[in-house]
């Protein structure tokens, strides 16, 4: 499978109802077009550096992905929509790495995604330890119903460093995200310590995009 998510970065005089227009055209080609599944919405206002609306799709594998980008609802309907609002778009391209999968059949939920770079320096086995706690997060914070860590085949037109890394959640709302996992002890007495500048060896390069918006179904389940 491949994976593709792209965060529009709408211009400052967009059209409201040309961003609807363009949220509902994505969500509409899953219609159109061969995909696994795609969705389209604007971005919760916690995010950051991840522009004003997502892009998540889900493909069989590259041929079909390309195919999906050539097609002509693509070209004739979505793009020209992107175009008229779009200031900027970033898309992140990857291979899915392993999910965790707590509750696969989740519907209307919030879907985090956290973009980020780890220093190229950075010793394998820390690397490993790192992608470890990150996967292990789930086990411990009950409010991340699906995850999944991915490494980056290619970023395209990045406003920040050379994304290395993937890093997803599914929440059944916001709350989850916002109460529960930010507080949790496992997330700011261990994850945060590979990402915080004033701990001993962070390796997380602190530009990051966090990513977070509304989901028909879960995409992590898909395939």
């Not at 994505?26 to 969705?39: C, F, G, N, Q």
């Not at 609002?85 to 956290?114: K, M, N, S």
């Amino acid at each position: 499978m491949i994976r593709i998510t792209s965060f529009v970065h709408l211009r400052p005089d967009a059209d409201p109802q040309c961003v609807d227009r363009l949220v509902a055209s994505v969500r509409a080609a899953e219609r159109e077009v061969d995909v696994l599944a795609v969705d389209a919405a604007r971005t919760t206002p916690n995010s950051h550096r991840a522009g004003e609306v997502m892009v998540l799709g889900a493909f069989v594998d590259a041929d079909a992905a390309a195919r999906a980008r050539a097609h002509p609802y693509v070209e004739s309907v979505v793009r020209p929509l992107v175009e008229a609002c779009a200031a900027h778009v970033e898309t992140v391209r990857y291979v899915p790495g392993p999910a965790t999968l707590g509750q696969p059949d989740l519907t209307g939920g919030i879907h985090r995604t956290l973009l980020l770079h780890v220093d190229g320096e950075t010793d394998p086995a820390r690397v490993e330890r790192f992608e470890l706690d990150l996967a292990a997060m789930p086990r411990y914070i009950d409010s991340i119903r699906n995850s999944a860590l991915s490494r980056v085949e290619t970023m395209t037109d990045s406003l920040g460093p050379e994304y290395t890394h993937v890093w997803e959640q599914e929440f059944v709302d916001l709350g989850g995200l916002t109460g529960p996992y930010m507080m949790h002890a496992y997330h700011w007495s261990l994850v945060d310590t590979w990402f915080d500048a004033q701990a001993a060896h962070p390796i997380v390069h602190p530009q990051l995009i966090h990513a977070a918006c509304g989901l028909r179904r879960s995409l992590l389940a898909c395939g």
